[in-house]
């Protein structure tokens, strides 16, 4: 799957995890004028997550960081394409270890 993780500013924290319970299907956050669909947490109780390409207020995908799928580019959530975090949100079990490296 073609993701993008934290930027230097906010980098992905690296270590091994495990999917938590927590998970949803749309969420969006005022401050940094972002949201995503299909959200799974993996540490911290929703504070990191694996979820789609950004969304803006008005719930459409932000084209330009789409784009970005590949590099560098999230508050160090992992970004997936639509269809990835789609997957990722109704079959990855709780449990689930993760090694971010």
Same mark, same amino acid.
């Given at each position: 799957?073609?993701?993008?993780?934290?930027? @230097?500013?906010?980098?992905? @924290?690296?270590?091994? !995890?495990?999917?938590? &319970?927590?998970?949803?299907?749309?969420?969006?956050?005022? &401050?940094?004028?972002?949201?995503?669909? !299909?959200?799974?947490?993996?540490?911290?109780?929703g504070v990191y997550l694996?979820?789609?390409? @950004?969304?803006?207020?008005? $719930?459409?995908?932000?084209?330009s960081e789409a784009e970005?799928?590949?590099?560098?580019?999230?508050?160090?959530?992992?970004?997936?394409?639509? &269809?990835?975090?789609?997957?990722?949100? +109704?079959?990855? @079990?709780? $449990?689930? +270890?993760?090694?971010?490296?």
């Amino acid at each position: 799957m073609i993701c993008s993780t934290g930027k @230097p500013s906010s980098p992905t @924290p690296k270590g091994t !995890y495990h999917i938590q &319970a927590e998970r949803g299907r749309t969420f969006y956050n005022a &401050a940094s004028g972002e949201g995503a669909n !299909y959200w799974v947490s993996w540490l911290d109780h929703g504070v990191y997550l694996f979820h789609s390409v @950004p969304i803006n207020r008005k $719930g459409q995908y932000i084209a330009s960081e789409a784009e970005k799928l590949g590099t560098p580019a999230s508050h160090g959530c992992v970004r997936l394409t639509v &269809a990835d975090a789609y997957w990722m949100y +109704k079959n990855i @079990p709780y $449990g689930t +270890k993760v090694v971010i490296r």
